[in-house]
């Protein structure tokens, strides 16, 4: 992306709030077109309601109370319902984790394909079938045709999230959030998914958002990465530096905790101590002090995310030392 | 083990079939869950076993246990024949065979106090009060756990805490044989090495033998000695782990293997993958010959009508596939 480019995804200061508590604090990323980003994390840390936020799909109880959201340089937030509904399968559109939940058990696979392509293009129902058939085929969908008259009973997992990603992807969206997109999946049926989002972001062009606790799913396909923790962006930068040189804490005791194909067998791994806090119970300032092998006083005052290379941000006032962290 | 030990747990051509009824979106048939698998597991030792949804990893676990009733096939455990038990021989097993399943959540009753659900296995045997009491507090300090924890309910606590509480409460009449179904699958990532590193504590302090279930390899290979790769209910390939990780022989183990994504994007991004087309066939109507046959990149004219079996390979493992040397 060019300095001049306005990014597909650009969100700025974002807060969300539910009851009491601030689930969202202050999140800002931007994301360029045909760039995969993705927003890592454990369960609560706000990976998923930040991606919701942006297509209006916050639960009832979630108000976004700051900040801005633009997709494509138009501000997202002050939008009602009905232009939000013109984006959303449009402009912008999700997969989520449970592809037989999302789908409608009771239409059949190709008319959910081709449902955004008439909504949106006012195409006939014979023009959107035959582009739906395409783009089902593109997915890798074999005997797209037949396939098509199928409902999602008939059809595997694997098959299923290939219809939500042909139907997420059938207007051509300049975004698309993945939420933990192969997380049911069986692993080789993961590789397939993996290998196809590879492919399509090359000739769809869409910007991927893509939200998962998966580190090997991130270094698959990632450009850049967000590691989020209690409700914050607590490291943020390329792939590449986030896996190798690490700059936060939280960030290099995940990856040092995961068992790996080279390392010792049978050996003690590396632990985070304590639990994953949930909101009532953050901690003022890092919210990772609690846990963390290098807190002392000064993380007590909320560091900010400060650069530490290019293109790469950390929020700890440890972040010189963390390298040593063994 | 030595040559003369006999192992823990002997399962001897295990089959579990389900007859289905004909119904709405179902022909009916027979499912052959397992289909024929054999496996010692000695004290002390992991085997696991490894697969994808469908391949009969859970019911080959559920048959030991009893949860599931073999079709044919033995089950033996310290050489005693275990596979039709009934009744109170069944329930006394429980004292030497307990099973730690996936999601803690659903373990534990909610309206009961950890002290209570960790307590209720030592009741039925007939514990009386002071001794349970006693050993409450040595199985939760066991597990990592305070003490305090022991009058608060299931709510009170992380996945992470929860699942040391089902652990301790498997571990409560010191079983021999531990069944752990997918033990870290549902947890928090920073939260997995804490019960990984807790699961090879208790193994090396009370030479506990594991029959360990996952369908994660790199948590396999970082616990397990022993791997047994189904698909379909059959296997197919078994070996020592190194040699299993290092020099896998069956085309579809090598397949699981280049699946995992991992965690280095260098690493990830150069290595050769193989991408398997196709989904798992339903089980409803293997193909008749071997089991992967319409996923196997290297198949050949042979394949789809004799099945092959087990045989030892170049590599030390043994693998049923024609094509493997």
């Keep these: ?326 | 083990m030595t040559a003369t030990a006999q192992p823990l747990l002997q399962v001897r051509d295990l089959k579990v079939h389900f007859k289905l009824r004909r119904g709405v979106g179902t022909p009916g048939g027979l499912v052959k869950a397992v289909d024929g698998i054999s496996f010692d597991v000695a004290a002390g030792r992991t085997v696991a076993l490894v697969g994808e949804s469908g391949c009969g990893k859970s019911t080959t676990a559920y048959a030991v246990i009893g949860l599931e009733q073999p079709t044919d096939g033995k089950v033996l455990f310290d050489g005693r024949d275990i596979t039709h038990l009934r009744g109170s021989e069944r329930a006394n097993l429980a004292r030497d065979i307990q099973i730690v399943f996936q999601d803690p959540s659903a373990a534990l009753n909610p309206k009961m106090s950890i002290a209570d659900s960790v307590s209720e296995p030592l009741a039925i045997a007939g514990w009386t009060r002071n001794d349970r009491r006693s050993r409450i507090s040595e199985l939760l300090d066991r597990v990592g756990l305070p003490a305090a924890f022991s009058e608060r309910l299931p709510s009170a606590l992380s996945g992470g805490q929860r699942q040391r509480v089902v652990i301790a409460r498997a571990l409560a009449l010191s079983p021999r044989l531990l069944i752990l179904d997918e033990p870290v699958s549902a947890l928090d990532v920073s939260i997995r090495s804490q019960v990984l590193n807790l699961l090879l504590e208790l193994q090396r302090d009370l030479d506990l033998a594991y029959l360990f279930i996952s369908h994660d390899l790199s948590v396999v290979r970082h616990l397990a000695d022993e791997a047994m790769v189904l698909y379909l209910g059959t296997v197919m390939e078994r070996g020592p782990i190194d040699l299993m990780f290092e020099a896998p022989q069956h085309p579809y183990t090598k397949a699981l293997l280049s699946a995992i994504p991992l965690p280095d994007p260098v690493l990830q991004r150069k290595r050769e993958k193989i991408i398997l087309t196709g989904d798992l066939p339903s089980p409803l109507s293997p193909p008749p010959g071997c089991p992967f046959v319409s996923r196997c990149p290297i198949r050949v004219e042979i394949c789809p009508t004799a099945r092959p079996e087990l045989r030892t390979t170049v590599s030390g493992t043994e693998a049923a596939c024609f094509l493997t040397r």
């Design chain 1, 1 to 326: 992306m060019s300095v001049t480019d306005v990014p597909v995804l650009a969100i700025d200061d974002l807060v969300i709030d539910i009851g009491g508590n601030r689930i969202v604090d202050h999140v800002s990323l931007s994301l360029g077109s045909g760039r995969i980003l993705a927003i890592v994390g454990e369960s609560g840390c706000g990976k998923s309601l930040t991606a919701l936020s942006v297509l209006g799909l916050l639960p009832k109880a979630a108000r976004i109370t700051g900040g801005e959201i633009r997709l494509n340089g138009r501000d997202l937030l002050p939008l009602g319902e009905a232009a939000l509904s013109d984006i959303r399968g449009n402009e912008a559109t999700i997969i989520f984790q449970e592809p037989v939940a999302s789908l409608n058990p009771l239409m059949r696979v190709g008319e959910q394909v081709e449902e955004a392509l008439r909504l949106h293009r006012g195409l006939s129902a014979n023009a959107a079938r035959g582009e739906a058939i395409a783009m089902m085929a593109r997915v890798g969908i074999p005997d797209a045709s037949r396939r098509a008259r199928q409902y999602p009973f008939e059809l595997s997992g694997g098959m299923c999230q290939r219809i939500m990603i042909a139907a997420a992807l059938i207007c051509r969206p300049a975004l698309l959030i993945a939420d933990e997109p192969t997380t049911a999946l069986d692993v080789t049926i993961q590789a397939q998914i993996l290998e196809l989002m590879r492919d399509l972001r090359g000739d769809v062009g869409s910007a991927i958002v893509l939200i998962t606790h998966d580190m090997g799913v991130v270094a698959d396909l990632a450009d850049d990465v967000c590691v989020m923790y209690g409700g914050r962006i607590v490291e943020s930068g390329p792939v590449e530096p986030i896996f190798a040189a690490p700059r936060h804490p939280y960030t290099k005791l995940l990856l040092a905790t995961i068992p790996t194909l080279q390392g010792q067998r049978k050996m003690t791994l590396r632990t985070i101590e304590g639990m994953v806090p949930s909101a009532e119970s953050w901690p003022d300032g890092c919210r990772f002090r609690t846990r963390c092998p290098l807190a002392d006083e000064a993380c007590v005052a909320t560091p900010p995310l400060a650069d530490v290379g290019p293109g790469h941000a950390a929020a700890c006032w440890h972040s010189a030392d963390v390298e040593a962290l063994a």
